[in-house]
């Protein structure tokens, strides 16, 4: 069988995926077209954005004869503009998987409503999709034999083996320590948190957090790594007691789920369906009301050697073997290709009534010049001054849209 994975890396998932079905003897190529700047994540085919050619690599990938082509991210584009290569490749009786991996699923509006919600306001709901992000998750369902997603798409399977276990093994932490890559101070505990996306991450609510916790007197230590290799990140990662993961998605991500492997105790805003997507993690709930005294108390933890640390770090481990190990969801990911090539309907679940109620929303909003229907969410964040608070500046013209919602330049 042979499977092609492409055009978006993200996170290295897609080059982790096909590395797995190799090993079960797939020729599976994975082919990247997105500049992965100082992270340097490599597939078998990297591209320079700048000089991709569509027609070319759309023919590339026709005479190559794959069985299934995965997209990964695909609100970032397919081979062909508008999708026009999924409609090609079903013409030809090939079998189409999609894999969304976060922010291709729902809007930033989404991330901006937990940033408020972290500071303790209560905003009304944003819409969790735009115009663009409906076009594609509507050309995808028409074509799409199989989805992974989470929850804001027309139909899904749930992933959640996103980590390697084995490229997270206490043994490769251990040698870190012995040559450490930050020299603690023995009466501080270290709290890393990985920045790599501000916009995505919330990060400037985080260090000003530790800026309050610093002033009054707890000994904790924020470390931030921004635009570092995975290689080298680990290294500062093994350095850390606690990770704090971002603040916008409602709960973990992957930097979350390789600190836990490690046995790093990982905080977060969670929110409850959060929570129920990922399993019930172990990770510690935080906001901006209770974020000084929530890292006053688990800095003393570590710094009493209470128990409760030593079965945080067993229960995070324990949960990332049980639940998010890639090993399982590559089982699954292959009896799905299998069970496409023989003409079996794949059974996903069913999110439609939930997604259509929202476009056709978006869509009376975009017909009419007054719609009650249109969300009241940024006004909310002006009447609140929470413009500045939540770092949008000048960002903001160009990510809400008026046909949505009202209020934004008030």
């Known amino acids: 069988m042979k499977v092609l994975h492409c055009p978006t890396e993200i996170a290295g998932n897609m080059a982790r995926i096909c590395r797995h079905l190799k090993d079960h003897y797939y020729d599976s190529v994975s082919m990247n077209r997105l500049d992965t700047g100082a992270l340097g994540y490599k597939c078998d085919i990297n591209i320079n954005p700048q000089g991709y050619n569509h027609d070319y690599w759309f023919k590339w990938a026709v005479e190559q004869d794959f069985d299934i082509i995965h997209y990964h991210f695909p609100i970032a584009g397919t081979l062909l503009p508008g999708f026009a290569d999924m409609a090609k490749f079903r013409e030809m009786g090939k079998k189409i998987v999609v894999s ?3 922010s291709d699923q729902r809007n930033h509006e989404w991330g901006i409503y937990n940033r408020a919600k972290f500071l303790g306001y209560d905003p009304p709901k944003p819409f969790f999709l735009n115009p663009s992000l409906a076009t594609a998750q509507n050309a995808v369902m028409q074509y799409a034999d199989a989805v992974f997603a989470n929850m804001c798409v027309p139909m899904f399977l749930p992933y959640l083996g996103l980590i390697d276990t084995d490229d997270w093994l206490l043994e490769e932490k251990d040698r870190y320590l012995r040559n450490p890559v930050i020299q603690r101070e023995p009466d501080k505990v270290y709290f890393v948190h990985s920045a790599s996306s501000e916009w995505k991450k919330g990060t400037h609510l985080i260090t000003e957090g530790f800026k309050r916790v610093q002033a009054a007197g707890i000994p904790a230590e924020l470390i931030l790594v921004t ?3 995975p290689e080298e990140a680990k290294k500062v990662y093994a350095c850390a007691d606690y990770g704090v993961e971002g603040i916008t998605v409602g709960g973990h991500g992957l930097f979350g789920l390789e600190l836990m492997a490690w046995k790093i ?5 969670k929110t409850r369906l959060g929570d129920a997507i990922r399993f019930d993690p172990p990770t510690i709930h935080i906001d901006a009301g209770s974020f000084a005294d929530i890292i006053r108390e688990y ?3 570590k710094l009493n050697k209470s128990k409760l640390y030593s079965d945080m770090s067993q229960e995070s481990s324990e949960y990332v073997e049980a639940e ?3 090993y399982p969801w590559v089982q699954d990911i292959m009896d799905i290709y299998d069970s496409l090539l023989v003409g079996a ?9 939930r997604w259509i109620k929202e476009v056709t929303n978006i869509h009376e909003c975009l017909k009419k010049e ?3 229907k249109r969300s009241e969410f940024y006004r909310y964040l002006h009447q609140n001054d ?6 949008l500046g000048a960002v903001i013209d160009k990510l809400w849209d008026k046909r949505l919602y009202v209020g934004a330049d008030e």
């Open 370 to 372: 007054k719609n009650p």
């Open 265 to 269: 105790p990982v905080f977060c805003y």
């Open 386 to 391: 929470l413009i500045d608070a939540l770092n």
């Open 100 to 102: 969304y991996w976060g």
């Open 324 to 326: 998010c190990d890639i």
């Open 299 to 301: 800095t003393e933890i």
């Open 345 to 353: 309907k794949i059974k996903m679940f069913n999110n439609f009534p």
């Open 227 to 229: 635009d570092t290799p």
